[in-house]
């Protein structure tokens, strides 16, 4: 037997793969976005005076995942190259050589599949949606070559997934609904601005666009804190839409002071802290959104 085949087959091999997979596509950051996601569900249901079921709830979660997998994955096979040269990414596993863009592809291949299986199993118009949506999640990874707004895009990619829950529970679409897309695309577009303070010089000398590099860091700061500002007024909108009970309020008040921490912790001269702003602190916000809008949900009155 070869070398390589006898790698193939060793188990600790197996979960080394398994480990760079995982960390090329920061599964664990699936955090961020699903939460919304499961509230977006929990709302449609309970605004038909109905629960999800468990299996409604496992492919919302499967295609959450599978989605997020291959926007991830496409994100890096379109950017291995500026990866290569920035000091900050070239450890990532595509530059570094430790999986091959043959693999990457086909892990793309098989996380969007996964995605599509999903939406079949929910209903005929999350089916019918699916692939505009990963045309969407892929379209995202260029658009730093041309737009500064990039950042807004990719809140837009992670901000569809209340309005996907919804469609997958109902097979419709509510416009409220649409207030919890605007929320968390500015939630997760303000803090991606925080996460391209770190690029601006890389950014300069490779030609693409961030809202740092056009404005400056600290201009880029008070947009990301004017996004943020608008992403609790959306959420009171949110709640007064759905008329929901004390534990949404409650659920406003951790979000906005979780995000003014998030937010003392860049500063134009201090970039230190911004992994944990970025990695932390939204953990911890989607979370307890969840937490709280999810007892909301839960007690509401269709």
Same mark, same amino acid.
């Given at each position: 037997?070869?070398?390589?085949?006898?790698?193939?087959? &060793?188990?600790?091999?197996?979960?080394?793969?398994?480990?760079?997979?995982?960390?090329?596509?920061?599964?664990?950051?699936?955090?961020?976005?699903?939460?919304?996601?499961?509230?977006?569900?929990?709302?449609?249901?309970?605004?038909?005076?109905?629960?999800?079921?468990?299996?409604?709830?496992?492919?919302?979660?499967? @295609?959450?995942?599978?989605?997020?997998?291959?926007?991830?994955? $496409?994100?890096?096979?379109?950017?291995?190259?500026? &990866?290569?040269?920035?000091?900050?990414?070239?450890?990532?596993?595509?530059?570094?050589?430790?999986?091959?863009?043959?693999?990457?592809?086909?892990?793309?291949?098989?996380?969007?599949?996964?995605?599509?299986?999903?939406?079949?199993?929910?209903?005929?118009?999350? #089916?019918?949606?699916?692939?505009?949506?990963?045309?969407?999640?892929?379209?995202?990874?260029?658009?730093?070559?041309?737009?500064?707004? @990039?950042?807004?895009?990719?809140?837009?990619?992670?901000?569809?997934?209340?309005?996907?829950?919804?469609?997958?529970?109902?097979?419709?679409? &509510?416009?409220?609904?649409?207030?919890?897309?605007?929320?968390?695309?500015?939630?997760?577009?303000?803090?991606?601005? #925080?996460?391209?303070?770190?690029?601006?010089?890389?950014?300069?000398? @490779?030609? =693409?666009?961030?809202?740092?590099?056009?404005?400056?860091?600290?201009?880029?700061?008070?947009?990301?804190?004017?996004?943020?500002?608008?992403?609790?007024?959306?959420?009171?909108?949110?709640?007064?839409?759905?008329?929901?009970?004390?534990?949404?309020? @409650?659920?406003?008040?951790?979000?906005?002071?979780?995000?003014?921490?998030?937010?003392?912790?860049?500063?134009?001269? &201090? =970039?230190?802290?911004?992994?944990?702003?970025?990695?932390?602190?939204?953990?911890?916000?989607? #979370?307890?959104? #969840?937490?709280?809008?999810?007892?909301?949900? $839960?007690?509401?009155?269709?």
């Amino acid at each position: 037997m070869s070398p390589s085949a006898k790698s193939a087959l &060793d188990p600790a091999h197996g979960k080394s793969r398994i480990r760079i997979v995982l960390e090329m596509i920061k599964f664990e950051h699936s955090v961020f976005a699903l939460p919304f996601a499961l509230v977006g569900a929990l709302l449609a249901a309970r605004a038909a005076g109905i629960l999800p079921t468990w299996p409604q709830i496992l492919w919302i979660v499967v @295609a959450m995942v599978g989605a997020r997998s291959a926007a991830m994955t $496409m994100n890096r096979i379109a950017d291995v190259e500026y &990866d290569r040269r920035n000091p900050r990414t070239a450890n990532r596993a595509l530059p570094k050589g430790e999986l091959s863009s043959v693999f990457a592809w086909l892990f793309t291949f098989a996380a969007s599949a996964i995605l599509v299986i999903a939406a079949w199993q929910l209903n005929s118009l999350a #089916l019918k949606l699916s692939p505009a949506a990963l045309a969407l999640l892929f379209f995202y990874s260029y658009t730093k070559r041309f737009t500064t707004w @990039a950042h807004f895009v990719l809140g837009f990619c992670l901000g569809i997934s209340p309005a996907a829950a919804w469609i997958a529970i109902r097979g419709s679409l &509510d416009w409220r609904i649409l207030i919890l897309c605007a929320a968390v695309t500015l939630w997760v577009g303000g803090f991606d601005v #925080l996460y391209a303070c770190q690029d601006v010089d890389f950014d300069k000398s @490779a030609g =693409l666009y961030s809202i740092p590099k056009e404005f400056g860091i600290a201009r880029a700061l008070l947009i990301a804190r004017a996004m943020h500002v608008v992403m609790v007024g959306l959420l009171v909108w949110l709640a007064l839409a759905f008329h929901l009970a004390w534990p949404a309020w @409650a659920g406003i008040f951790v979000v906005a002071a979780l995000l003014a921490y998030e937010q003392s912790l860049v500063q134009p001269n &201090d =970039l230190t802290k911004i992994n944990a702003a970025f990695f932390t602190v939204n953990g911890y916000i989607s #979370l307890l959104f #969840l937490l709280f809008w999810g007892a909301a949900a $839960m007690v509401m009155r269709p």
